[in-house]
């Protein structure tokens, strides 16, 4: 195993051919000059999106229900991010009501001595039940992808239900219109406020002396009802809700609030509710279909596969109902609490899974990743061990919204160990990990101020605690005492999870320090590592866990593979590599028993590394086939969102791959994928990507640079090309690579790329589907 990940080479690489930059025509030969581009005038490459394109996709995607959901794995969900709805049937044999879960992410517990899985867990609120007159005999609902919105029929023994319902985009306000026939007048709404005591009670054994909340107190306050929900820790949650008629038509309009150590939750909430119910439905939902309009129109993919196509466009939306950035990071399930081992967030893999779609989906107004941790920056610091706390950070596996896991109780989360101790579990690379989140954001924004005030102070922490537990072996290299690799169950020195995530997080270190102009102290030693490093640990079966462990059981992660995916520090550029990652990857998938979802979602996105699309989707296919229900969640011991979140991400790169450096653009698809769409897709650099691919070959392709950035791009078109500004005028470039360009591309200019003497149609349009498959949800 070489000591030098290829990653550098590929950098070293681009920076030559930024140094070899010179103005070429498109039909150059590689690296040859040419005179500057013509004045003449030319036709406009201006690139067309009209809105039924969106609209075409988005209606195709939307979820049908023709059989009444039993579950949460089943049913429609509403969300914005806080506030959130699972619809099924009320759970018993005897029950005939539909239940409308109301969760929301800022409601937790506040007492850190029982841990943050106890005493910091998010709480249960409770849910309404619809209970119709009739006994229910069929439902037809529809969730409105486009709008956002469920809306359908219930049909009872007695008459009809038509409902319609939203959880508002910028307000934290459930509405639900329904509108009765004659037989049905008398429905009605019923709140069944929960025990708010952790779920995991459900799992695990209590911690001594933890105890749930005292009951919610239901209060009448004019045309408001309220249930207050009293915290032992101080504090309160209150649920309040209105239902109110007009004419036939009654709308139920409910909230929930959080407050502590204060007790201003119920005020907040009859507030709310009482603005919120002067508007009629048709009124509230103006500005929430208007955002929505909004978030779907930044960018664009269409595939051949319709139902890969609908569970891409279901997870953006899935997406943007659990995530804002000024919520709190995804836990476990999302907004949509329902009974779980792990209610609260997840920081050894199920965060970084669950915001990969952001940056090529170009929705970074959803990323609370770069948020939370840059505000919760001294709780990290505080995570550590004392005598490490002035100069080092760690994020525990498991937090509460602001980061703080609490104290070390059974069962009850898991702090930020010391390497070479067995207690506490020394998994101590998360931070690390999250942060490449967060270098995402910089590198597909170049917003120096992500870099500048978040990104290269917390990294050089999360370095630092590596720093004080590397030692000189004899072999000259520095090595790391026993860590944890999630979540393989064994300790071992040189743990590659760790290795791995060091030797990125030394390389970003340098790199960005130079872009920030900083002349750090700790620059010799970041180098230092990066020479000295021990390799990593591999045996015939390729990647081992670490330094006397090999990989020789079942095991759903991929923690020991970080250096191919997705740090993308090992990426095949060598025979050797390559060989490499194809033996590691076979050895992993090979051991049947524990894989899970996001198993299937990493070996898709290793395999679009080395251009495989024909296994990529293979291992999309064993996912959806496997793991991912009627609704397109996920479960294992309980409700996880990160897998089919990360499903999108896969998708995304088989579709474009923008690491070292280079744009590449259809790198992995698949042979059926002979048509394919995509616009304004974010890469690496800050560039927006449009491109067109029909009858099995890339028609053309834009960029747009936000940023200025160098524009190195394999565009794969075959044969000679012309590149055009958005005027129609040539443009600077050099081809450096067959297949591969560097364009001359300040910010706000954008490039058109199209085989010589080719114009095509520059109209952004949904592809052919093909074949008619059934939708998701339950459709028969």
Same mark, same amino acid.
């Given at each position: ?7 550098? @080479?590929?950098?070293?690489?681009? =920076? ?24 003449? @005038? ?13 609209? $075409? ?242 960018? %664009? ?9 609908? %569970? ?9 109902? @659990? ?8 836990? $476990? ?52 061990? &004392? ?19 609490? &104290? ?75 860590? %944890? ?6 300790? @071992? ?29 700790? =620059? ?215 297949? =591969? ?40």
């Amino acid at each position: 195993m070489p000591s030098s990940p290829s990653r550098r @080479a590929v950098l070293a690489t681009g =920076t030559a051919l930024g140094g070899a930059l010179v103005a070429g025509t498109a039909t150059a030969a590689v690296g040859a000059t040419a005179p500057s581009p013509s004045t003449t @005038a030319h036709a406009p490459a201006t690139v067309h999106a009209p809105a039924d394109s969106w609209r $075409t996709v988005l209606d195709d995607a939307d979820l049908l229900w023709r059989k009444l959901p039993k579950t949460w794995y089943e049913g429609p969900y509403l969300g914005n991010g806080r506030l959130g709805s699972g619809i099924y049937a009320e759970p018993g044999a005897q029950s005939n009501a539909i239940r409308f879960n109301v969760q929301h992410s800022e409601v937790q517990d506040h007492r850190p001595e029982f841990g943050s899985l106890f005493g910091l867990a998010r709480l249960p609120i409770g849910h309404f039940t619809l209970e119709p007159v009739g006994t229910i005999t069929g439902v037809e609902w529809w969730m409105r992808l486009r709008t956002a919105e469920l809306e359908g029929t219930v049909t009872t023994t007695e008459g009809t239900l038509k409902l319609r319902a939203l959880v508002h985009s910028s307000s934290d306000v459930l509405a639900v219109e329904v509108t009765p026939d004659a037989g049905e007048q008398g429905f009605g709404w019923v709140f069944h406020p929960a025990e708010a005591i952790s779920p995991r009670a459900a799992f695990k054994p209590l911690p001594e002396g933890y105890t749930g909340n005292p009951p919610a107190v239901v209060e009448r306050h004019g045309e408001v009802t309220a249930a207050v929900q009293p915290l032992l820790a101080g504090g309160q949650h209150a649920t309040a809700w209105r239902d109110h008629a007009r004419g036939d038509v009654r709308t139920l309009y409910v909230t929930v609030t959080h407050s502590h150590p204060r007790t201003t939750a119920r005020d907040r909430a009859l507030r709310t509710v009482r603005t919120a119910s002067a508007l009629p439905y048709a009124l509230l939902a103006r500005p929430h279909r208007a955002w929505w309009d909004r978030f779907y129109r930044k960018s %664009f993919l269409s595939l051949p596969d319709a139902r890969l196509q609908r %569970f891409y466009w279901i997870q953006l939306y899935k997406t943007a109902s @659990a995530a804002r950035r000024d919520a709190p990071v995804m836990a $476990t399930s999302g907004p949509w609490l329902e009974p779980t081992p792990w209610p609260n967030t997840w920081w050894n893999l199920n965060v970084q899974l669950e915001y990969w779609l952001i940056h090529g989906s170009n929705h970074l107004e959803l990323d609370a990743v770069t948020r939370a941790l840059s505000e919760f920056r001294d709780q990290l610091s505080r995570e550590v061990s &004392a005598p490490y706390r002035a100069d080092s950070a760690g994020i525990p596996r498991t937090t509460d919204p602001q980061l703080v896991n609490g &104290a070390a109780v059974a069962e009850g989360g898991y702090g930020v160990g010391i390497p070479g101790r067995d207690e506490p579990t020394p998994e101590v690379g998360n931070l690390t990990w999250a942060l490449h989140n967060v270098w995402l954001s910089y590198r597909h924004t170049m917003d120096r101020s992500i870099l500048r005030d978040t990104l290269f102070p917390l990294l050089r922490k999360a370095v630092n605690y590596y720093l004080h537990f590397l030692t000189p072996g004899a072999d000259g290299k520095l090595h790391l005492p026993a860590t %944890f690799s999630p979540e393989y169950g064994v300790n @071992a020195p040189d743990c590659n999870y760790d290795l791995m995530l060091l030797r990125w997080g030394c390389r970003t270190l340098v790199e960005s320090a130079r872009e920030l102009g900083v002349r750090d102290p700790l =620059t010799a030693r970041w180098q230092e590592v990066l020479a000295r490093l021990a390799p990593y640990p591999v045996d015939g079966d390729g990647f081992m866990i670490g330094a006397g462990v090999p990989f020789a059981k079942s095991h759903r992660h991929y923690s020991h593979m970080l250096a191919v995916y997705p740090l993308y520090e090992i990426t095949g550029a060598t025979a050797g590599e390559r060989t490499l990652i194809e033996k590691s990857l076979a050895h992993w998938v090979g051991f049947e028993g524990a894989l899970q979802g996001y198993t299937f979602t990493g070996a898709a996105s290793m395999s679009a590394l080395l251009g495989k699309g024909e296994d990529a989707l293979k291992y999309l296919g064993e996912l959806m086939g496997r793991f991912i229900q009627a609704n397109t969640m996920y479960k294992e011991s309980g409700p996880v969102i990160e897998t089919p979140l990360s499903a999108a991400q896969s998708l995304h790169d088989m579709v474009c791959q923008s690491w070292g450096d280079v744009i590449r653009v259809f790198p992995a698809l698949p042979a059926a994928w002979q048509d394919l769409t995509v616009h304004d897709f974010r890469t690496q650099g800050a560039f927006l990507l449009s491109a067109v691919r029909e009858a099995g070959r890339t028609r053309w392709l834009r960029l747009t640079s936000e940023a200025g950035a160098p524009c190195v791009v394999r565009h794969g078109i075959e044969g000679r090309v012309e590149i055009r500004d958005r005027r129609g005028r040539p443009l600077r470039h050099t081809e450096v690579a067959p297949g =591969t360009v560097r364009i001359e591309l300040r910010k706000g200019e954008s490039a058109l790329i199209t085989a010589r003497g080719d114009r095509p149609d520059l109209t952004i349009r949904p592809v052919a589907s093909d074949g008619d498959t059934p939708r998701w949800g339950l459709p028969a």
